[in-house]
Nanobody
Framework: QVQLVESGGGLVQAGGSLRLSCAAS????????MGWFRQTPGKEREFVAG????????HYVSSVKDRFTISRDNTRNTVYLQMVSLKPEDTAVYYC???????????????????WGQGTQVTVSS
């Protein structure tokens, strides 16, 4: 019954912006650390950004730091990824994931996540 549904992907020119949303249902959202991952054909799924249960701690892969911002609204059971200054190398399918955690900390490893969305395509043209 747990469901994570991503939205907000699309086609954008280099330098543009997109905001991804992930709506969660069927779980106690505030008990889960949330993360965004991305994947391109032939490559491993890559951690992009994570946020702790309370939203007080965030972490980003170095390639997106200062360009992407992860946030969450625990009253709306939603996590967001605001992306600015997009580059062609950001092109990927972006996945939302939820990890049950004991501590108010981020989770960086895909194997630690319990639930996944089906992904949303982000394409950045050069």
């Amino acid at each position: 019954q747990v469901q994570l549904v991503e939205s907000g992907g699309g086609l954008v020119q280099a330098g543009g912006s997109l905001r991804l949303s992930c709506a969660a249902s069927g779980l106690t959202f505030s008990r889960y650390s949330m993360g965004w991952f991305r994947q391109t054909p032939g490559k491993e799924r890559e951690f992009v950004a994570g946020i702790s249960r309370s939203g007080g701690i965030t972490h980003y892969v170095s390639s997106v730091k200062d360009r992407f911002t992860i946030s969450r609204d625990n009253t709306r059971n939603t996590v967001y990824l605001q992306m600015v200054s997009l580059k062609p190398e950001d092109t990927a399918v972006y996945y939302c994931a939820a990890a049950n955690t004991k501590l108010d900390a981020i989770v960086r490893h895909s194997s630690e996540y319990d639930f996944w969305g089906q992904g949303t395509q982000v394409t950045v043209s050069s």
